[in-house]
Nanobody
Framework: QVQLVESGGGLVQPGGSLRLSCTAS????????MSWYRQAPGKERELVAR????????IAADSVKGRFTISRDNAKNTVYLQMNNLKPEDTAVYYC????????????WGQGTQVTVSS
């Protein structure tokens, strides 16, 4: 039973910080590239950041460069997204994705966690 469970979302004021967590089970976590995507209402789902199975980091969204950091802890089967200096434009549902690094058609998704940035 494959599971990706996101946590850490919520309501935060502009300029604040949140740390999202995604804990995986049911597959070999260390063999997968892990990513965070986000989707705002009426918008396309957007890749935010990816950390590969070997630890390489890609911050894909220009709007979050310098503010967001992705990391992983293979011992805990967990990937994190540290979000600093949050802006209202960051409001979205954030999704965790696992992609098998050598067989990319094997993909798993979490249920999403809501992040709302508002004063």
């Amino acid at each position: 039973q494959v599971q990706l469970v996101e946590s850490g979302g919520g309501l935060v004021q502009p300029g604040g910080s949140l740390r999202l967590s995604c804990t995986a089970s049911g597959f070999t976590f260390s063999a997968y590239d892990m990513s965070w995507y986000r989707q705002a209402p009426g918008k396309e789902r957007e890749l935010v950041a990816r950390i590969t199975s070997t630890g390489g980091v890609i911050i894909a969204a220009d709007s979050v460069k310098g503010r967001f950091t992705i990391s992983r802890d293979n011992a805990k089967n967990t990937v994190y997204l540290q979000m600093n200096n949050l802006k209202p434009e960051d409001t979205a549902v954030y999704y965790c994705n696992a992609r098998y690094s050598t067989f990319n058609s094997r993909n798993y998704w979490g249920q999403g966690t809501q992040v709302t940035v508002s004063s």
